[in-house]
């Protein structure tokens, strides 16, 4: 066997090089790009490789850890998991700044390779700069606290090593029930360190994401109680998505006339206006899908983890013997709430299950009843988002106006605070893929850098960030890496003055508002209340920007930046008393013991949306 001679960063790089994926018969690389921020960590070797290897992947330069990250999530979540962005970071900060990115990415099961330099193996220069000492464990650095929210970690300590753990971190970052990040901490002696490889080890490699097919019994039993039901529903989720099984989907519901509700994640599967499309589900879901949930007896689970807000946490299901057949790649999440589990890829799994019910159907009453179900939430979502004259326009009636103007491929992208639910809840999907709402781990700050990864992965179409004055403060560096990178975003900031979605929840448990809105926050100043200038602010990061005035003027603003050669920033502000809501309860932890009536109240309310939780069963 030959070998070649190399040092841990060339051999790492030059293996993550090889590898490639076969998307619908076309191969290309399965490392698309990389994000960096060099410091000691990672400079002297890592960097010096990602350079030579830039016709392979490019590396794009962040302005944060967190937010470099966030992009390479959101690229893999564009590329549907079949493509992985790269993140690297020195030692210390750089890398505990992107364990909030590793989170995104664990909770909403998408593949991320992290790359951070690390403390020197040999320990003969320590403490090293940046370096956390533990008294009673030397081993233990910043790295470690990935563990809590990656996939697969590993520490390489030989050269070595690196023929085991990375073919090991691409096999979860692709399986679809493991998916996820892979953390790879790399000390900062041994990166530069050489061992004799052997060549075979960096030989073009061609991956296929796998579909774990369905048992026979599996899919027999489901069918045999699907045929026993007269009210089913089908919640599809964002595994559909992962799978490519949205005409599948389709086929499905429309062969066996089951209707279809939608989890936030799996948003946009079906278009608004199709018969068998009930709406969203949830807590911040529709009147319709949630209705339809109350009378169900039997929920077929497609891809879905089956999150507290799309439950709302689980009292949605109002039948005492409501049957619950989940459809999942993920043993872990086909087994939730003691589900009839067929652990399958969606695709796998709803072919099979479509040919064993035959001409089977539901009755005419129970597809009548989703009809006017969704009918009756249309007209309440129209006349949410109709355009009014009005300085302070609600938060629905921004998203209306922005749903009227996307075109095939174009994508919004959201993840916190108020604008998840008005999205999910006012959105009339007119094309697929049209949205991505983080809403696994809400993170505030992933709009912006997202919008950047999402626009590395699909070039040709417009990025859309719809971002709130909140998340943007906490998050916005990531508009002057668009303009740096030339990877131009259409951003949509809504000032609402703070956080207030939180302030909402805040006073609707009976407590006083305080410490969201800027108007309720502690202060000593002896001027009036300061507001950001988002527009000078996103000037000043290189982007063109503008403020309306009124609701009337985005249509032209928006054909301004469309036709912007670089990041256009929107600013609107928006009316916080204006919300929209659905029948729905979700669970929130209240005291049980206080002196405050209202919360006393609140708790008494809240207490009575829990009559219809179930049990774990």
């Known amino acids: ?58 590396t794009w330069r962040g302005q944060n850890e967190q937010s470099m990250a966030l992009a390479a999530t959101a690229y893999a979540r564009a590329h549907q998991r079949r493509r992985i962005g790269i993140a690297t970071s020195s030692v210390g900060p750089g890398a505990a700044n992107m364990v909030t990115a590793a989170g995104v990415a664990h909770t909403n099961r998408l593949p991320l390779l992290l790359l951070a330099g690390d403390t020197f193996q040999s320990r003969l220069p320590d403490p090293v700069l940046q370096q956390t000492e533990h008294f009673s464990n030397p081993s233990l650095t910043v790295n470690d606290a990935f563990k809590a929210v990656t996939r697969f970690w590993d520490r390489i300590t030989s050269p070595s090593q690196l023929t085991v753990a990375l073919p090991q971190a691409i096999a979860t970052m692709l399986d679809p029930a493991d998916c996820g990040p892979a953390m790879i901490a790399l000390p900062q002696d041994v990166q530069g360190q050489a061992w004799d490889f052997p060549e075979s080890f960096f030989a073009p490699k061609v991956h296929r994401i796998r579909r774990p097919q369905p048992e026979a019994i599996d899919l027999a039993l489901a069918a045999d109680a699907i045929k026993a039901s007269k009210r089913p529903l089908i919640i599809a989720g964002g595994g559909v998505f992962y799978s490519g099984a949205r005409d599948e989907l389709t086929q499905f519901a429309e062969r066996h006339q089951i209707p279809v509700v939608e989890t936030i994640a799996g948003r946009t599967l079906l278009n608004d206006n199709h018969p068998l499309n009930c709406g969203p589900i949830g807590a911040t879901g529709s009147n319709s899908a949630n209705h339809m949930c109350y009378d169900a007896d039997l929920v077929l689970a497609i891809g879905t983890r089956l999150q507290d807000f799309t439950t709302g946490s689980w009292t949605l299901f109002r039948d005492p013997d409501m049957k619950l057949i989940s459809i999942n790649a993920g043993r872990f999440d086909a087994n939730k709430h003691m589900a009839q589990s067929v652990i399958a890829d969606a695709k796998a799994a709803i072919v099979p299950l479509c040919e064993r019910l035959g001409a089977w159907t539901t009755d005419s009453s129970w597809t009548n009843k989703a009809k006017a179900e969704k009918a009756a939430w249309d007209e309440i979502v129209n006349s949410r988002t109709a355009a009014t004259d009005t300085t302070l326009p609600s938060y629905a009636q921004v998203v209306g106006k922005v749903n009227t103007l996307m075109q095939e491929g174009d994508r919004v992208i959201t993840a916190a605070g108020g604008l998840p639910a008005e999205i999910n809840m006012n959105w009339q999907t007119r094309h697929p893929y049209s949205l991505d709402v983080e809403f696994g781990f809400s993170c505030m700050g992933y709009e912006i850098a997202a919008g950047w990864g999402n626009k590395i992965a699909r070039p040709d179409h417009e990025s859309i960030v719809m971002v709130g004055d909140g998340s943007y403060l906490m998050m916005n560096s990531d508009i002057y890496s668009s303009v740096l990178t030339g990877h131009k975003m259409i951003v949509f900031v809504c000032d609402n003055g703070g956080f207030a979605v939180i302030r909402k929840l805040q006073t609707n448990t009976g407590n006083v508002a305080f410490n969201n ?73 209240l005291p049980e013991v206080t002196d405050n009536e209202n919360i006393i109240k609140a708790r008494d309310q809240w207490e009575q949306g829990r009559q219809h939780q179930r049990r774990g069963v």
């Open 1 to 58: 066997m030959g070998t070649i001679r190399l040092t841990t960063a060339q051999a790492l790089v030059r293996y993550l090089a090889a590898q490639q994926i076969e998307n619908d018969g076309k191969i290309e690389s399965l490392f698309g790009c990389a994000f960096a921020i060099f410091g000691h960590g990672n400079v002297t070797c890592l960097g010096q490789q990602l350079f030579e290897n830039q016709s392979v992947f490019p």
């Open 517 to 589: 809105q800027l108007e309720d926050c502690t202060t000593e100043r002896d001027y009036d209340l300061p507001r950001v200038d988002f527009v000078s602010h996103a000037r000043g990061l290189g982007a063109n920007a503008e403020k309306l005035t009124n609701l009337n003027e985005l249509e032209a603003a928006y054909a301004r930046a469309k036709a912007s050669d670089r990041t256009y920033v929107i600013v609107v502000d928006i009316d916080d008393t204006i919300w929209s809501s659905c029948e729905a309860w979700w669970e929130v932890g």
